[in-house]
């Protein structure tokens, strides 16, 4: 939250350290709660952020169509094999997501280059973390870079997931937030 960031800016400032600079995050079309509490807090510190998640699990690629449910995984996913991220995966979140792939497409684009886009274009972002787990992955992403998105995206996503809000929890199911659960596996994806 951005009270406490403030605080680590000001625990900073008052011992003479030196002051955090970024803040890294999950920011994605799925998940947009930061513009509600921390966006304000970047812009007026001058911070940056570091987002991860910009593709949602890959739930933003279209790889797992219509087929994404706890009881009916893609087999060899991450989502498959982390309880963490079954949980950022319910049936608004999979709609969302298909609705999103078929905007991109509309307008000529491949979901994963327009979903990393999107969040490198919002002013708070000061670069996006890809995570490709392939050499093709990598270069398969190479141009959301520079690619502008067209208004008429934009204004699309945003009426499907309105700015502030969220279809999907990324911002607070991370083990390391919550603690251990049981049944909940904290091992790396």
Do not use: C
């Not at 406490?4 to 947009?32: C, F, G, K, T």
């Not at 999103?100 to 497409?105: E, K, P, Q, R, T």
């Not at 990324?170 to 083990?175: I, K, S, V, Y």
């Amino acid at each position: 939250a951005s009270w406490q960031m403030a605080e680590a800016a000001w625990q900073a400032r008052s011992r003479h350290w030196v002051e955090p600079i970024s803040d890294q995050s999950p920011y994605n079309i799925l998940d947009r709660r930061i513009e509600n509490d921390r966006a304000g807090f970047l812009r007026k510190e001058g911070w940056g952020l570091v987002a991860w998640s910009p593709l949602a699990g890959g739930q933003l690629t279209g790889r797992y169509g219509k087929s994404v449910s706890v009881e009916n995984l893609p087999t060899g996913s991450r989502i498959e094999r982390n309880k963490m991220w079954q949980q950022r995966t319910n049936g608004d979140a999979a709609e969302t997501a298909l609705r999103f792939v078929g905007l991109a497409h509309e307008h000529g684009l491949s979901p994963a280059v327009a979903a990393v886009a999107w969040v490198r274009e919002r002013d708070i972002v000061t670069a996006p973390i890809i995570g490709p787990r392939t050499i093709e992955q990598f270069r398969d992403l190479l141009p959301a870079a520079t690619l502008a998105l067209p208004d008429t995206l934009n204004q699309a996503i945003d009426e499907l997931v309105a700015p502030g809000t969220a279809v999907a929890d990324f911002l607070n199911n991370a083990g390391w937030q919550i603690g251990h659960l049981p049944g909940l596996s904290n091992e790396p994806a």
